[in-house]
């Protein structure tokens, strides 16, 4: 079995993050946002794992090493100083690198869909003003294949429908929070009002098409 390094890193320090995880809480929605299939838990042992190592590796090398370069006594605080504000810095690039990766992933997931944003309403239009149950029009909008990121969203909401059993309106709620794009997360929450309110759906999706448009 492949065991992945953040699977390691949860079982070597995954209790002793537990009283840090309120203080990440925005880390773990770029996950989500970002499509990182990696637990939360997980993830933040990761980064703390890998700081430590990025930390004590360059300390242990610059140890040795720094002599050599600089003709300094191995011995000297000026060695020992200098390793550790090298080791620090590294420490520290790599846990920032790993902490605004999710970010910069949510961002990659998150043009596309603007991009495309006017495609997408039109087509859910379409299929509303079909008479397309709401069940349908999502299940047939994560069998896009041609944009990945509308795949994976609306793929997201159908599989809490029909493999855990969740109403759609719920689904649409839980994983609207995590849409990396703001503006279909508009569009998909005020559809879910717009019924839940008796309103019309396609006159809803009618409208917030125009206004894409123009937009």
Known sequence: MKLEP???AFKLLGRRVQGLLPYFEDLHNELKK???KIAFTAYLSFMILTAIL???VPMIILTFLLPNILRISFFSMENFLLSMMFALL???STFILLYVYPGVKSSNRRVPIELNLPYISSFMTLLSSSNVPPRR???SMAKIDTLREVHQEFGNIVRDVEVFGQDLLSSILENVKYLPCKRLQEVLTGYVATIRTGGNPTEY???STENIMKE
């Open 6 to 8: 953040w699977t390691y």
């Open 205 to 207: 999706l009618r409208i």
């Open 90 to 92: 590294s420490s520290v």
């Open 137 to 139: 029009i999502f299940r």
């Open 34 to 36: 970002g499509g990182v």
């Open 54 to 56: 990025a930390f004590i």
